[in-house]
């Protein structure tokens, strides 16, 4: 089936050591997005790729980064995670141009210690 | 800049009652989502919201949207435990890439 696969489903990661996250999608959706999420909190959007266009959300700290090699692949990288980055991530598809919903993977709960 | 509200943020009902929750945004949009969320899962699509007047349903669960108020309803019919779980809507935003914004949710707590 078309999904939406994000691994890991949990990741442990020491303060300051750099971590990826990463997202992939057999839907062909041309957007991605990613969440990020904390406890008893709305989902976040971090940033997302429009085809191959970085769109980045003003509040996103400069510790959050993203590349999408291709439409498949996206991925999360926090270069420097810090005690308060622990949360859910949450990867989104969609596709422009018709009324179609997004699509969520199943998330990927990250742990810093 | 768009923002979502939802209503009550905490509800606690026994099994069997009715209640609604609420969701209101701030600007004109063209899509309304409702998404259920168990602990430490993803979102889970409910419903998609897409004209004036637009009613859907899904067992005791049902979904309404009225643009020109800016308003969503999720309306829980008979509840039982199993509807326990956050509740959040979403709003698409009026880019092409269409960002969606989330209300801060409503944890639904059914007593038996």
């Known amino acids: 089936d078309a999904m939406v696969i994000q691994n890991p489903r949990y990741q442990v990661t020491q303060f300051g050591k750099p971590v990826t996250l990463s997202c992939s999608q057999t839907?062909?959706?041309?957007?991605m997005y990613w969440y990020q999420q904390k406890s008893s909190q709305a989902p976040k959007l971090l940033f997302h790729y429009y085809d191959k266009d970085f769109n980045n959300e003003a509040d996103t700290p400069d510790n959050f980064q993203s590349r999408r090699p291709n439409t498949s692949f996206c991925f999360l990288d926090i270069r420097s995670p810090g005690l308060g980055d622990a949360a859910m991530y949450l990867c989104?598809?969609?596709?422009?141009?018709?009324?179609?919903?997004?699509?969520f993977g199943s998330g990927t709960r990250l742990t810093v210690v | 800049e768009l923002k979502v509200e939802q209503n009550p943020l905490f509800l606690s009902m026994q099994e069997g009652k009715n209640y609604t929750i609420y969701c209101n945004y701030s600007?004109?949009?063209?899509?309304l989502y409702w998404y259920r969320q168990d602990p430490g899962k993803s979102l889970e699509s409910l419903f998609v919201l897409l004209s004036n007047g637009a009613v859907k349903q899904e067992g005791r669960l049902m979904a309404s949207l009225d643009t020109k108020a800016r308003l969503s309803t999720l309306h829980i019919t008979a509840a039982v435990h199993d509807l326990s779980a956050t509740y959040f809507c979403?709003?698409?935003?009026?880019?092409?890439?269409?960002?969606?914004?989330f209300g801060q949710g409503t944890t639904l707590q059914v007593k038996p």
């Open positions: 600007t004109t949009s063209d899509r």
């Open positions: 979403a709003v698409h935003g009026s880019s092409n890439t269409g960002k969606l914004i």
């Open positions: 839907l062909n959706h041309n957007v």
């Open positions: 989104a598809t969609s596709r422009t141009g018709a009324n179609y919903g997004y699509t």
